[in-house]
Nanobody, 114 residues
Framework: QVRLVESGGGLVQAGGSLRLSCAAS????????MGWYRQAPGKQRELVAI???????NYADSLKGRFTISRDNARSTVYLQMNSLKPEDTAVYFC????????WGQGTQVTVSS
């Protein structure tokens, strides 16, 4: 079992920044993928960015240049730095851990006001 605890969401004005954190605990494999997805009201959950334990990353094309994913393997924590936020970035952001199984966090709300 893996437990994911997200933090860092909130309300920010357009153009502002937020940093999300997701800490994993439990049975953590050394080889894993952690990342972020988001779901806006009335829309499907979509990929934001993922980072593998080997250092590779992958981003949604539309978010490249504004969002940066990073991780601290020693702390089993993944971060998402979000800059130049736009109202369309408003969504619930979910952390995901994938290894021998897939686990999701409870989600953290990000609201960007215009």
């Amino acid at each position: 079992q893996v437990r994911l605890v997200e933090s860092g969401g909130g309300l920010v004005q357009a153009g502002g920044s937020l940093r999300l954190s997701c800490a994993a605990s439990g049975i953590i494999r050394s080889i894993n993928v952690m990342g972020w997805y988001r779901q806006a009201p009335g829309k499907q959950r979509e990929l934001v960015a993922i980072a593998s334990s080997d250092g590779s990353t992958n981003y949604a094309d539309s978010l490249k240049g504004r969002f940066t994913i990073s991780r601290d393997n020693a702390r089993s924590t993944v971060y998402l730095q979000m800059n130049s936020l736009k109202p369309e970035d408003t969504a619930v952001y979910f952390c995901k851990y994938s290894a021998y199984a897939t686990y999701w966090g409870q989600g953290t709300q990000v609201t960007v006001s215009s």
